[in-house]
């Protein structure tokens, strides 16, 4: 595995690989590197000829009262994980490269970035997507793959990239979770014992949503009920929103008659985590969820 | 000279040329070309192995008040005139296809387009740099060239390359200028035979500025109020703004101690023209001017 710092041979390394007809697999993360970021790694392989992983800690993505500061970070752990699920190229650019002074362009994606967790961050999916649009030109990918646990993250990259006209494909990978429902996350590391617990009533809570739907529910405001009493009935955790949406535009809806976005964030302790299911009447097995909590629960995109 | 209007046969086009290991040059225009536009391309030519110029009269950097309705179009004569220059290829996307329903992703480049024409027109960059941005992501250059007529959009794509690490190099051809001074523009088509010769004092105010440069003027207030004179005693003219400033970051400065951007904006009627040119005490050959009217006056960037 190559480790590039450089932005512009990192270019240089895309432009080589493209000239050899080779296809160029990317998968950016933050790093402190779980279980799902592996799978997006393993996804971008099936996809490429060669793939690039990046870890840059964004700071453009984080309000000014959020946790830049205490991301936890593990380069030396992150570097053999991704050499043993077989990256090629680890990028690690440096802030001050990424963001020089004089720096003033954004990229902004409208209405699917305003309600979910764009109505408490307001600024945070701008950073995102200019960042985003920025690894594209550094790292030349033709497909990149991203994790469904940040929904509206995919959604509004998906978005972007369609707009913008970026010629590249992008795979959503399904959600990994612990034994017990929980989705995996770098920030589950802040979670107490007892924090830990109770997070895991954000996939309980989908799954008795989930549940309800499969026996005919189709009301909104019912099924969104029966997801927050599962987190209210948990004293630790604090629900920041439960949101039924259309999986493209995420667009509100208020009833569940095709294949619907249930997506929750909610915080214990200091910890603010987010979780979503797509909800069907259909077999579980079209959404990817599996019922049985010690299985790797799953959303398909 | 091959039209493509498609826009993922555009790609497809560039991924071909990029494998054979070509450089492609690319020129956007909004169409009703004139010679300098000719330029550009010849610009381009130099710089590459096969020249893009697309037309696209983009409605995003029309303001609701401004002149997209009656912008002059004439697809037939500037075809004509692209085969003569040379052009390899004539792209032609639909404005369906451009910003189809959804569309909501913006390219913002903040400080260099506050000032100057942004002040008036404050959407126009915004508009400017994503239409550029979602051009170069269709035609996939390794060069691209625009006017220093419009210098500060000139800047506001140089800075958003920066930022985005697009890998394109952008180069700035010199204004060029009628017999009489006046720079060559599209809406100069707009003029009557009145407003035609009082938008001369355009380019006579920039000489009249750098003439009292060289002559060792360095005062801001001083050399403004001279080409501020020269457009106020032209009664059919109406000054929109006269600045000096920075030819990189933009900032305005009250002295010419380096070379220095001038910028003016005024109305001729419902016509508004803009033009500028780089003060130099130094030699004028060193920033392009003439002082003779009747050869072609320009600025290098």
Known sequence: METITDIRQMQQWADATRSRGQRI????????????????????????????????VNPLQFGTNEDLERYPRDVRRDTAMLLDVGTDVLFLPEAAGVYPPGFQTTVTVERVTRGLCGAARPTHFAGVTTIVA????MVKPHVAVFGCKDFQQLVAIRTMVTDLNLDIEIVGAPIVREADGLAMSSRNAYLSATERQAARSLSKALA???????????????????????????????????????????????????????????????????????????STARTGWRKSPDSQLSTAN
């Open 25 to 56: 697999g990317f998968v950016p993360t933050m790093g402190y590197l779980h279980a799902g970021h592996l799978n997006l790694v393993r996804a971008a392989r099936s996809h490429s000829d060669a793939v690039v992983a990046s870890i840059f």
């Open 134 to 137: 920025k690894l594209f030109h």
């Open 208 to 282: 008795a949503a989930q549940a309800l739907v499969e026996h005919g529910e189709v009301d909104g405001l019912r099924i969104l009920a029966a997801a927050r009493r599962v987190i209210a009935d948990e004293s630790l955790a604090r629900l920041e929103y439960a949101t039924l949406a259309d999986p493209d535009t995420l667009e509100e809806v208020d009833a569940v008659r095709r294949p619907t976005l249930l997506a929750l964030a909610a915080h214990f302790g200091r910890t603010r985590l987010i979780d979503n299911c797509i909800l069907s009447r259909e």
